[in-house]
């Protein structure tokens, strides 16, 4: 458990580049083959029948549909926001999706698509993947973002600037994405954990994005391997665990990239519960960005309903 | 040291066959194998329906490799099974004999078939589009080909009786013209299959083409069946009080079903035609404009 550097909360800490990586580098160090062994053996619960099925569900209700490549087109957002209104047509009851993930020419396209359906945009933003630009570009980015009508933020932060040791930098950054975002969407920081070589990385990395005021901390771009690992995952459900118990502010943490089987999604639903508590299962505090994941999670379903083992052929093809 | 000389036996695991790989069942379960006259053999794996899910997805996913493969290089595939029968015949001869209850002799030659049924269907690979499809008379200015292609993942139940001969005859028609399967294979009698399952891991079949399961088939059978991912299922070993719930349970995707045959277990030694082959293959016939 993380304490607050003083008895004014976390207030003053980013007020220095020196108080900052005092705070970063005054965290507990994250024990590694720990953190392994804590995320295997929970991975090694079974979850079954009724809790299974709330879980499947569950976990439908937390995906942010994304298409994130460089030959998307308008047909396929809004095939892909027609699927996140409705995920399988064959059964009214299944829930819709949390948002629908893209790049940020295409958030009018997707607005359009899910407008009155409770479905989110989200937009990937500030040079996506790389994130290497000037922060003017970022921003106009972010701004063009938000004017076209998205209500979630996925930025990236500056691995470059983070990884040499400038981390009031990228604390500035976020905190100058976070203002242009003026209340009107909600933004997740990406740290690509990937390319943070270690856990105590991670865990400096999702610090750093929560006094910075991101409302998520999220794994990867997906555009990198390794992206969501279970220790990275545990890691990042603790920091926001210690960060509400050390605020009371409750930040969220989305898992992106490589969870194709609803098998592991369930797997990470009892890691959240298991590390931060059950108060983050819900959509508005965790998240799977996945696209292939939705198909595995709809077969799963049908299972469950039907009691014959679906296959991949009677769900559409993203 | 205790000086004894006396060695330490080394006794074999029998597993599944899952995706080229040999996992224990996923529930951990296994039963006892008892030769011909009830002494007991060995434990193998009992396999579950989640083992049976398992299998079908490593099938499917090996599929459109297995298909895009060439019929010729299906048939030299095949044909190197067959030779590595070949160089495991004694181990193949002690499974069939004390399972079947034969006598060494006797349990040889079926071996010998078995082999040689292999050859045969692998001597196929290449003939089948040339016998069961061909061009089509038009009149018109145009091509029509009718052209075989493989059904996709293929349910099998294998004969209960035949662990060997019996089993190469259910299982080599399915791959032969370019379709992967999951075995079920013989009840009380399923070590040959798992002997199989380990020459097919070292002959050039790709991994997940054929899958092996060993257990009670009428606890896998139904799940099989109403799988909608399998393509086409083979009752050939199925119980006889569960034939007409499994072909309802394979009517709801349109599986193709091959019944068992008439009056029990056929002469596996007879010459087994094309039925088989032609059960796994769907004929696609397409117009093609000449020139261009």
Not at chain 1, 59 to 74: F, S, V
Not at chain 1, 109 to 128: D, I, K
Request: proline share 5%; glycine share 10%; aromatic share 6%.
């Amino acid at each position: 458990m993380v304490r607050a550097p003083s008895s004014g909360g976390l207030g003053d800490v980013a007020s220095s580049d020196s108080s900052l990586r005092r705070f970063l580098f005054g965290l507990p160090g994250v024990d590694q083959v720990g953190a392994e062994a804590r995320a295997a053996m929970l991975f090694t619960r079974s979850i079954k029948k009724g809790s299974k099925v709330w879980a499947l569900e569950q976990a439908i209700r937390m995906i942010d549909l994304t298409t994130l490549e460089g030959q998307d087109t308008p047909g396929k957002v809004r095939a892909l926001a027609a699927k996140a209104r409705r995920p399988d047509p064959s059964d009214p009851t299944t829930p819709p999706v949390a948002a629908v993930c893209v790049y940020p020419d295409l958030v009018g396209v997707s607005v359009e698509a899910l407008r009155g359906s409770g479905v989110h945009t989200a937009s990937v933003a500030t040079a996506f993947p790389s994130g290497r630009a000037a922060l003017a570009t970022k921003l106009v980015d972010v701004a063009e973002a938000i004017a076209a009508g998205a209500d979630e933020i996925d930025m990236v932060i500056d691995r470059g600037a983070f990884l040499s040791g400038r981390l009031l930098e990228v604390h500035d950054e976020i905190v100058a994405v976070k203002q242009a975002c003026g209340g009107r969407a909600h933004l997740k920081v990406i740290l690509e954990t990937g390319e943070l070589s270690t856990l105590d990385n991670v865990r400096r990395a999702s610090w750093l994005a929560l006094l910075a005021g991101g409302d998520f901390i999220k794994t990867s771009t997906g555009k990198v391997s390794p992206a969501a690992t279970p220790p990275v995952a545990l890691v990042m459900l603790q920091a926001v665990r210690d960060f509400a118990a050390a605020t009371g502010d409750v930040r969220g943490v989305k898992l992106a990239g490589g969870i194709r089987s609803a098998k592991d999604a369930v797997r990470y639903l009892v890691l959240v519960n298991e590390v931060a508590g059950e108060r983050w299962l819900t959509p508005d505090t965790f998240r799977f960005g996945a696209s292939s994941l939705l198909n595995d999670l709809l077969m799963q379903r049908t299972t469950q309903r039907t009691g014959a083992y679906s296959g991949p052929n009677y769900f559409t093809l993203d | 040291m205790t000086g004894s000389d006396e060695r330490l036996a080394v006794l074999k695991t029998y597993k599944l066959y899952i995706g080229g790989k040999f996992p224990r069942s996923e529930s951990g379960r296994s039963y006892a194998v008892s030769d011909a006259k009830g002494r007991f053999l060995t434990n193998a794996a009992q396999a579950s329906r989640k083992d049976a899910r398992d299998a079908v997805v490593a099938a499917r996913k090996a599929f459109p490799g297995w298909t895009a493969a060439t019929a010729y290089n299906r048939g030299q595939v095949l044909y190197r099974v067959a030779e590595v029968l070949e160089g495991r015949r004694a181990q193949f001869a002690e499974e069939v004999a004390a399972g079947e209850g034969l006598s060494a002799k006797r349990a040889d030659a079926v071996v010998t078939q078995g082999i040689d049924r292999w050859v045969w269907y692998a001597g196929w690979a290449d003939k089948l589009a040339q016998v069961l499809g061909g061009a089509n008379a038009v009149a018109g200015p145009y091509f029509n080909f009718s052209v075989p292609e493989p059904t996709g993942v293929v349910a099998v139940l294998a004969p209960q009786r035949s662990s060997l001969l019996g089993l190469i005859s259910v299982v080599a028609p399915v791959i032969v013209g370019g379709s992967t399967a999951v075995v079920v294979t013989a009840q009380d009698r399923p070590l040959p299959a798992v002997s199989l399952a380990e020459v097919l891991a070292t002959s050039d079949l790709p991994g997940g083409v054929v899958n092996v399961l060993t257990g009670r088939t009428a606890e896998l059978a139904p799940w099989l069946a109403g799988h909608m991912d399998v393509d086409a299922i083979d009752l050939c070993g199925a119980p006889d009080d569960i034939h007409a719930d499994l072909e309802r349970a394979a009517a709801d995707n349109v599986k193709r079903v091959v019944r068992a045959p008439l009056g029990g277990e056929p002469d596996w030694t007879a010459e087994p035609g094309l039925h088989r082959m032609s059960s796994y293959l769907e004929t696609k016939t397409v117009w093609h404009p000449m020139g261009v």
